[in-house]
């Protein structure tokens, strides 16, 4: 009886949820890892196309997307359009582990802030995912960014009059020695203010929802 009235009066969401420290984290973290290492994979060869149509001169500024697709495969073959994979990928990892890492830690100190304010669960779970996705966000670009600076690189390396460079690493060595490492961060504010708003909603619509749907179906 006593242990019914108990469990009776813990939300629902709070019943159900699985917080940071009830989390398999070597089982988070080779998943969420794992399945943005495979998103990529398949999506990349979009990105290496966008980027080239971006930074395009000349005759090439003529091509469109499909044009571009088939110029790559004609003078690179299907490894054209995985340039600077490799750096990506490799930096997919920490970048994972630091976004999973700060938005489960942040969710979980920020349900516990809104706690004693007695909103309602979709209210507090989208205060708490909110926060937690901006966090997440803001933390993964100091890793993602200087990444992302390096493939586009490697992306464009002697196409449109770019200069062509042998790997990431021989890309951040020429970037540090005439930027300094402020140059691996270019565009790293904005970066921030385009990812961390959205991720914030994304995260904050997501928890919401959830709660939502909970009270519907249990």
């Known amino acids: 009886m006593d242990t019914t009235t108990r469990t009776s009066k813990i939300p629902s969401f709070q019943q159900t949820e699985i917080n940071w420290d009830n989390l398999d984290k070597t089982k988070l973290y080779v ?10 994979v398949a999506l990349y060869p979009v990105s290496v ?14 091509r469109n997307a499909m044009a571009t697709f088939k110029n790559i495969l004609k003078v690179d073959g299907v490894p054209g359009l995985y340039r600077g994979f490799a750096t990506v990928i490799t930096g997919a990892v920490p970048t994972r582990i630091i976004f999973l890492t700060a938005l489960e830690t942040t969710k979980a100190a920020s349900l516990k802030l809104v706690e004693p304010f007695k909103l309602s669960e979709p209210v507090q779970a989208a205060i708490a995912n909110g926060l937690a996705g ?9 890793v993602f960014v200087p990444i992302d600076v390096v493939s586009q690189k ?4 002697g196409y449109s009059g770019h200069a062509k460079y042998k790997g990431g690493i021989d890309v951040a060595r020429s970037i540090i020695k005439s930027e300094g490492v402020r140059g691996l961060y270019r565009g790293f504010g904005l970066s921030v203010m385009t990812y961390a708003p959205s991720s914030a909603v994304w995260w904050a619509s997501y928890g919401s929802s959830q709660r939502i749907i909970w009270r519907l179906v249990i």
């Not at 998943?31 to 990529?40: D, L, N, P, W």
């Not at 490697?154 to 390396?157: E, F, I, N, R, S």
């Open 31 to 40: 998943v969420g890892a794992g399945m943005f290492s495979g998103v990529t």
């Open 154 to 157: 490697l992306m464009v390396g």
């Open 134 to 142: 901006l966090s997440a966000s803001t933390c993964s670009q100091a």
């Open 49 to 62: 196309v966008k980027t080239r149509l971006q930074v395009a001169s000349g005759e090439a500024m003529k």
